[in-house]
């Protein structure tokens, strides 16, 4: 079983940035798709980006397409969530969760994750 552990949360002005770290420990980790979500208070978790097993490819939601940037180093076990250009409407816990599958392809429903984090407060302030 991975543990994953979510680092870089802050306070942080409208329009400026931070970024986030996932790291992993436990089974192989360059082996499944990593992805971030978010949950704001009295909503529903939902999916931010996804990052596939190689780091070759990405998805975002609509809400974050061209602002955010996953990544990933498997040399370090660790993905990365840079937030450039931060709105109020970001302010959230985020969380990575891992793919249960190795090797699979790209999904975004929060069923398909497992190991979730403990999450990373992000809250940005006019």
């Known amino acids: 079983q991975v543990q994953l552990v979510e680092s870089g949360g802050g306070l942080v002005q409208a329009g400026g940035s931070l970024r986030l770290s996932c790291a992993a420990s436990?089974?192989?980790?360059?082996?499944?798709?990593i992805g971030w979500f978010r949950q704001a208070p009295g909503k529903e978790r939902e999916f931010v980006a996804v990052?596939?097993?190689?780091?070759?490819?990405?998805y975002y939601a609509d809400s974050v397409k061209g602002r955010f940037t996953i990544s990933r180093d498997n040399a370090k076990n660790t993905v990365y969530l840079q937030m450039n250009s931060l709105k109020l409407e970001d302010t959230a816990v985020y969380y990575c969760?891992?793919?249960?599958?190795?090797?699979?392809?790209?999904?975004?429903?929060?069923?398909?994750?497992?190991?979730w984090g403990q999450g990373t407060q992000v809250t940005v302030s006019s």
């Open positions: 969760a891992q793919d249960r599958r190795a090797y699979g392809s790209l999904v975004v429903a929060t069923g398909n994750f497992v190991s």
């Open positions: 436990g089974r192989p980790f360059s082996s499944y798709n």
């Open positions: 990052i596939n097993w190689s780091g070759g490819n990405t």
